[in-house]
């Protein structure tokens, strides 16, 4: 039987910047790899003039077309068995934080904890995976949703290997090891600082602080997976979520400049069990030691 991952993002796009590469190489390694993402990215700003029509604030269902972005995106990536929680469309996209949308009833920020952590349960249990990654405690950028994945996963991840806690759900199971996405902050900066001495600049650039909250003090970091074989993959997926990517835009075009470190690897923080800090190399394959 395959050793089984899963991976649980807020919305469409999310698994294929944060983990395109590793669900590309386990996939193709044969490890039954599993995507959860929580809502259909309803709120989502579009970048590409051309889909302007397909904002929240218009009626042409972004969620709809999100849906059948990440299905081709996906698709890209490798044999990846894609879930919604609770269904396509049980949890609305929360917006930004600080929004109106992020009181909307249905919205995922709103959610109950413990039944949005229940629907994760039923999955966990099915699938059995012995590895979970996940957002940190922050969500990576500070976005409710992001935020909430985390806390639904981290919930969920407990209750799932509790006997007599849902008992409908399936037969315990316990995960063996939890991973949180990372972005390496002295890698980040000494990549940015030698763009800058190349001439190179942008906006992206020079409004990115050493302090960003979204990067990752690097003695927390514990893990990279390298595999610029699958950056094509990666970028093809990318390519598939037309509302929300614009692949010659600043952002996507500056990361690929930063170089293998971080264009061809992606980072994690072993969270469970605790890793030990200031360890001289990274771990290589979320599966070690299992």
């Known amino acids: 039987m395959a050793k089984s991952i899963l991976f649980t ?6 698994e294929t910047i ?12 044969g490890f039954d790899v ?3 993402t929580c809502t259909a990215g309803e709120e989502g700003e579009i970048l590409v003039a051309d889909l302007a029509h397909l904002a929240a604030d218009k009626e042409d269902g972004l969620g709809e077309i999100r849906k059948v972005e990440l299905a081709n995106a996906l ?3 490798g044999s990846i068995t894609h879930h919604y929680l609770g269904g396509f469309g049980r949890y ?17 920020w709103q959610a109950d904890l413990f039944e949005a952590a229940s629907h994760l349960v039923k999955i966990i249990r099915e699938v059995k995976p012995e590895v979970l990654v996940t957002y940190d405690q922050f969500g990576g950028y500070g976005h409710p949703d992001h935020i909430q994945t985390h806390r639904v996963s981290m919930y969920a991840a407990q209750l799932a290997g509790v006997e007599g806690i849902l008992p409908d759900a399936g037969s315990p199971w316990k995960i063996k090891k939890i991973y949180w996405n990372a972005i390496p902050r002295n ?9 800058a001495e190349r001439g190179v600049t942008s906006s992206f650039l020079n409004d990115m602080p050493g302090d960003a909250p979204f990067l990752t003090d690097d003695e927390f970091i514990t893990t990279r997976i390298t595999a610029p074989e699958y950056n094509d993959r990666k ?6 979520h037309k509302t929300q990517v614009d692949l010659e835009g600043e952002f996507f075009t500056t990361m690929q400049m930063l170089g293998e470190d971080l264009s061809a690897s992606e980072y ?5 069990p605790e890793s030990r800090l200031f360890q001289s190399e990274f771990e290589t394959d979320l599966f070690a030691d299992i």
């Open 9 to 14: 993002h807020a919305h469409p796009d999310d």
């Open 34 to 36: 599993h995507l959860v």
């Open 18 to 29: 944060n983990n395109g590469l590793t669900m590309a190489l386990y996939a193709e390694r």
């Open 75 to 77: 698709s890209e990536i």
């Open 92 to 108: 609305r996209d929360s917006g930004m934080m600080g929004m109106p949308s992020n009181l909307g009833p249905q919205t995922f």
């Open 187 to 195: 890698l980040m900066m000494d990549a940015i600082q030698k763009l």
């Open 235 to 240: 970028l093809r997926a990318l390519a598939w």
């Open 268 to 272: 994690y923080r072993l969270v469970f």
